[in-house]
Antibody, heavy 127, light 114 residues
Framework: QLQLQESGPGLVKPSETLSLTCTVSGGSISSSSYYWGWIRQPPGKGLEWIGSIYYSGSTYYNPSLKSRVTISVDTSKNQFSLKLSSVTAADTAVYYC???????????????????WGQGTLVTVSS | DIVMTQSPDSLAVSLGERATINCKSSQSVLYSSNNKNYLAWYQQKPGQPPKLLIYWASTRESGVPDRFSGSGSGTDFTLTISSLQAEDVAVYYCQQYYSTPPVTFGPGTKVDIK
């Protein structure tokens, strides 16, 4: 059974960088059949996709956050990570990591729906 | 960006009755070359992550009870719970994956027991 587990500080100061890691167990992050993504949910609000990465390292980000986001993958540890810089109180949220199914056609691959999610971790931005 | 809207914001349904949630996309999510609608539905219970219910607009994820069904095409979609159970109390989200980035979700519909 695939499991994803987020880890990282629960409290980050304004203007600093939020860093989270997602550890994948029960399956390989190097599979060509999946992308790996980050989604966040402010308290009491809806879901916002942050960005995703393919095992090859190819990334794509939400344009609204792109200037502040970096997602990376470490296949040797079966992990992928999120860095969000210059955080403010508006970045306070539960952060989820999740697996997207990948669809490939004509040599190009693209992400589809999310089929597995981590339990989420609350990150609070406060001094 | 494709904007997703949902209606109603919330609804209360008696146990055993039908619940219907609507999702509308700002542009079609139907890919003509494979005739698939690039839309998924998720269920989120309090304190839990979202759970995939439906993908390709109408394909039920493995293990999802058959009282959940998805329908629609193009820009208008529906999630139906045919006979509401107590464990179905949750917020339901639609998501498009036709045009990314960005992946976009609807704002959610809260389902309660009347």
């Amino acid at each position: 059974q695939l499991q994803l587990q987020e880890s990282g500080p629960g409290l980050v100061k304004p203007s600093e960088t939020l860093s989270l890691t997602c550890t994948v167990s029960g399956g390989s992050i190097s599979s060509s059949s999946y992308y790996w993504g980050w989604i966040r949910q402010p308290p009491g609000k809806g879901l916002e996709w942050i960005g995703s990465i393919y095992y090859s390292g190819s990334t794509y980000y939400n344009p609204s956050l792109k200037s502040r986001v970096t997602i990376s993958v470490d296949t040797s540890k079966n992990q992928f990570s999120l860095k969000l810089s210059s955080v403010t109180a508006a970045d306070t949220a539960v952060y989820y990591c999740a697996r997207h199914v990948a669809g490939c056609s004509g040599g190009s691959c693209y992400s589809l729906h999310f089929d597995y999610w981590g339990q989420g971790t609350l990150v609070t931005v406060s001094s | 960006d494709i904007v997703m809207t949902q209606s109603p914001d919330s609804l209360a349904v008696s146990l055993g009755e039908r619940a219907t949630i609507n999702c509308k996309s700002s542009q079609s999510v139907l890919y003509s070359s494979n005739n698939k609608n690039y839309l998924a539905w998720y269920q989120q219970k309090p304190g839990q992550p979202p759970k995939l219910l439906i993908y390709w607009a109408s394909t039920r994820e493995s293990g999802v009870p058959d009282r959940f069904s998805g329908s629609g095409s193009g820009t208008d979609f529906t999630l139906t719970i045919s006979s509401l159970q107590a464990e179905d109390v949750a917020v339901y989200y639609c998501q498009q994956y036709y045009s990314t980035p960005p992946v976009t979700f609807g704002p959610g519909t809260k389902v309660d027991i009347k």
